[in-house]
């Protein structure tokens, strides 16, 4: 039997100086950046998924159609960071990612990424639907104790800090 799959896969990375403002904040456009490659890396990792070659292979790929994004806590020039991902919703041709940013013991939350994609024909970028073997894999990927609702962003952010905050306070 195959071993299961990591659904909420984790890498830390650098906050980098040339992506921070002049008060050492990381710029709020480039956490997009951050949480995009974290997840392109993981996808990479740990699903030996590679979105480019997906794109030529099956002449189709996900384009994001929506972000909903809470910064929360600064992340700071030099500082490591914790990027955690984890698919929270797909149907037949979209899929909702939640990112999280933390610091570096996960134990405090910076910022918070769902981002909304639909999986398209290239290049003419009209909606198709998952393949049966990407359904599987999303299947297997989707991360069930978290109830995706579109209109829930927020309610999922006050969650999760008060999670973090209990688990800090032990």
């Not at 949480?35 to 002449?59: I, K, S, V």
């Not at 940013?101 to 918070?112: F, I, N, S, T, Y």
């Not at 393949?131 to 952010?157: I, T, W």
């Amino acid at each position: 039997m195959a071993a299961a799959l990591i659904q909420v896969p984790e890498t830390t990375h650098r906050v980098r100086f040339q992506d921070c403002d002049m008060l050492g904040h990381l710029n709020n456009a480039r956490y997009l950046d951050y949480f995009l490659n974290a997840r392109e890396e993981h996808a990479l990792r740990h699903y030996t998924l590679n979105l480019g070659e997906l794109a030529r292979e099956a002449g189709a790929g996900w384009v994001i159609t929506k972000h909903c994004i809470a910064y929360l806590r600064p992340a700071r020039h030099a500082e490591t960071v914790l990027i955690r991902t984890q698919l929270i919703h797909f149907d037949n041709s979209n899929l909702v990612v939640e990112m999280q940013m933390l610091r570096e013991d996960g134990l405090q939350l910076k910022a918070v990424l769902w981002s909304e994609m639909a999986f398209v024909r290239l290049p003419g970028g009209t909606r198709t639907e998952h393949s049966d073997a990407l359904m599987d894999l999303l299947e297997q990927l989707d991360v069930e104790d978290v109830s995706y609702d579109p209109d829930g962003f927020d309610e999922r952010v006050r969650r999760l800090r008060k999670e973090l905050k209990r688990e800090r306070n032990g």
